[in-house]
């Protein structure tokens, strides 16, 4: 059994629309280990967003807490938050975030440079993450250039960048056509195998959830048993 990476202990989080408390997570327990793949499955509004947000430190829960190695996230200051985001998270998203005025390899050497590795390392490393992702030929194309599953293997290639422990993705596929979704999540399936990076995905797909090693259902931000969401 592997050690556990990110816990989550009894996280809640509520938002306030002028109103109402609108309860988004209750009480959501999960514990992840090094080099998982889980989905995150549930329907429009269910929290799923949310809970990444707050995986990742981007949001804060309003009680419980989120520990990484053991380590309670909340106590850390902005700096050391932002230094482990760098260092340790890799983040997808459902429209690919790129830098259009970029091309593939400068999108994916970004991190590094940020980083502080120098320019010739960066790019040597931009280059074989984009062969890994079967870019190779595409790392001078700009983002507007490339197809829609071209543009999230670009996607996938910066956030590996770092070689994080654990990459957060946000409806990955939900862009792209049936067969390309496939395409890029054996790709995400192949670099878990791989790399043992761990992989946080969230859908609303339940047929891509079911085609994963492991799946948490959220239902009305509550992680529940798979068949009580089919009530
Ligand atoms: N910053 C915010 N302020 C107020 N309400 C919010 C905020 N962020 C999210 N919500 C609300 O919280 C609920 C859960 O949102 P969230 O984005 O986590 O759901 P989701 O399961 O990811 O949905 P989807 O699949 O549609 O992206 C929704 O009702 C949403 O409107």
């Given at each position: 059994m592997t050690s556990e990476l990110l816990r989550c202990e009894h996280v809640s989080k509520s938002y306030?629309?002028?109103?109402?408390?609108?309860?988004?997570?209750?009480?959501?327990?999960?514990?992840?280990?090094?080099g998982e793949l889980l989905a995150i499955v549930?329907?429009?509004?269910?929290?799923?967003?949310t809970l990444l947000h707050c995986m990742g430190?981007?949001?804060?829960?309003?009680?419980?807490?989120?520990?990484?190695?053991?380590?309670?996230?909340?106590?850390?200051?902005?700096?050391k938050l932002a230094d482990w985001r760098n260092q340790h998270l890799g983040f997808i998203y459902q429209f690919h975030h790129l830098l259009p005025e970029f091309t593939a390899l400068e999108n994916v050497a970004m991190p590094l440079l940020i980083q502080g590795q120098t320019?010739?390392?960066?790019?040597?490393r931009a280059e074989q993450l984009?062969?890994?992702?079967?870019?190779?030929?595409?790392?001078?194309?700009?983002?507007?250039?490339?197809?829609?599953?071209?543009?999230?293997?670009?996607?996938?290639?910066?956030?590996?960048?770092?070689?994080?422990?654990l990459i957060l993705a946000d409806e990955p596929t939900g862009n792209l056509d049936d067969d390309t979704a496939r395409q890029v999540?054996?790709?995400m399936l192949e670099l878990n195998q791989e790399l043992q990076t761990c992989f946080v995905i969230v859908t609303h797909?339940?047929?891509?959830?079911?085609?994963?090693?492991?799946?948490?259902q959220l239902h009305h931000g509550r992680l529940v048993p798979k068949q009580a969401t089919q009530r």
């Amino acid at each position: 059994m592997t050690s556990e990476l990110l816990r989550c202990e009894h996280v809640s989080k509520s938002y306030w629309d002028g109103n109402h408390h609108l309860q988004v997570l209750q009480d959501v327990r999960l514990s992840l280990h090094e080099g998982e793949l889980l989905a995150i499955v549930g329907s429009s509004g269910s929290g799923k967003s949310t809970l990444l947000h707050c995986m990742g430190g981007l949001d804060q829960p309003d009680s419980g807490q989120i520990l990484f190695r053991g380590e309670a996230i909340a106590r850390w200051s902005p700096r050391k938050l932002a230094d482990w985001r760098n260092q340790h998270l890799g983040f997808i998203y459902q429209f690919h975030h790129l830098l259009p005025e970029f091309t593939a390899l400068e999108n994916v050497a970004m991190p590094l440079l940020i980083q502080g590795q120098t320019a010739k390392a960066a790019r040597r490393r931009a280059e074989q993450l984009l062969e890994r992702v079967g870019l190779s030929a595409r790392g001078s194309h700009r983002p507007a250039e490339l197809s829609g599953g071209e543009r999230q293997r670009v996607a996938i290639a910066r956030a590996l960048a770092n070689k994080p422990a654990l990459i957060l993705a946000d409806e990955p596929t939900g862009n792209l056509d049936d067969d390309t979704a496939r395409q890029v999540l054996q790709l995400m399936l192949e670099l878990n195998q791989e790399l043992q990076t761990c992989f946080v995905i969230v859908t609303h797909d339940q047929q891509l959830a079911d085609s994963l090693p492991r799946q948490e259902q959220l239902h009305h931000g509550r992680l529940v048993p798979k068949q009580a969401t089919q009530r």
